[in-house]
Antibody, heavy 121, light 112 residues
Framework: QVQLVQSGAEVKRPGASVKVSCKAS????????IHWVRQAPGQGLEWMGI????????NYAQKLQGRVTMTRDTSTSTVYMELSSLRFEDTAVYYC??????????????WGQGTLVTVSS | QSVLTQPPSASGTPGQRVTISCSGS????????VYWYQQLPGTAPKLLIY???ERPSGVPDRFSGSTSGTSASLAISGLRSEDEADYYC?????????????FGGGTKLTVL
């Protein structure tokens, strides 16, 4: 079955960077895009960006341009999301998610368990 | 301030039909598909509706989606206690503020 397993919780200082991993299994890794979505405590969902594991191409939310980088390692079926210059407002649960069908749509059927990133001084 | 506007709360009694609205613009709902998610406390979101009105396998037909112009709605019929959750709409936005996926602010549904 499709599984997305994310790395564990992180605590970072303001200005630091964090890199969250999302290991995929149960399907052909290169055939499905991966989205990243975050949720600040008590707040709604925010789309961060998307990566095509097949070719490595990315598309980021304009708000995060310049601070977010998504990469993939096809040898381990893992995608990574790195966020730099962390601010207190980046404290959130970060999710990776895979669409139901191939393509870059938001039919996100499969989700990782979420990774809590806390930015604290 | 979310690009897509949802009421912060909604409520209903068991067995009732409730609808949750999602208001957008011509740059998102007006010309792109709408998606709906359900989120139970402490869990990842769950896909309820995709491409405006399609349900993934396993989602009961009590849940239905529709669109009209620049607005979308999620209807839940035969309300059940387990439907108490947060609901989010989403759509692709290709307006002047930049292209990307946008979510509504979420609606907390309470089953009375």
């Amino acid at each position: 079955q499709v599984q997305l397993v994310q790395s564990g919780a992180e605590v970072k200082r303001p200005g630091a960077s964090v890199k969250v991993s999302c290991k995929a299994s149960g399907y052909t890794f290169s055939s499905y895009f991966i989205h990243w979505v975050r949720q600040a405590p008590g707040q709604g969902l925010e789309w961060m960006g998307i990566i095509n594991p097949g070719g490595g191409t990315t598309n980021y939310a304009q708000k995060l341009q310049g601070r977010v980088t998504m990469t993939r390692d096809t040898s381990t079926s893992t995608v990574y999301m790195e966020l730099s210059s962390l601010r207190f407002e980046d404290t959130a649960v970060y999710y990776c998610a895979r669409p139901l069908y191939g393509g870059d749509n938001l039919d996100l059927q499969h989700w990782g368990q979420g990774t809590l990133v806390t930015v604290s001084s | 301030q979310s690009v897509l506007t949802q009421p912060p709360s909604a409520s209903g009694t068991p067995g009732q039909r409730v609808t949750i609205s999602c208001s957008g613009s011509t740059s998102n709902i007006g010309r792109n598909n709408v998606y709906w998610y359900q989120q139970l406390p402490g869990t990842a979101p769950k896909l309820l509706i995709y491409r405006n009105n399609e349900r993934p396998s396993g989602v009961p037909d009590r849940f239905s989606g529709s669109t009209s112009g620049t607005s979308a709605s999620l209807a839940i019929s035969g309300l059940r206690s387990e439907d108490e959750a947060d609901y989010y709409c989403a759509a692709w936005d290709d307006g002047l503020s930049g292209r990307g996926w946008v979510f509504g602010g979420g609606t907390k549904l309470t089953v009375l």
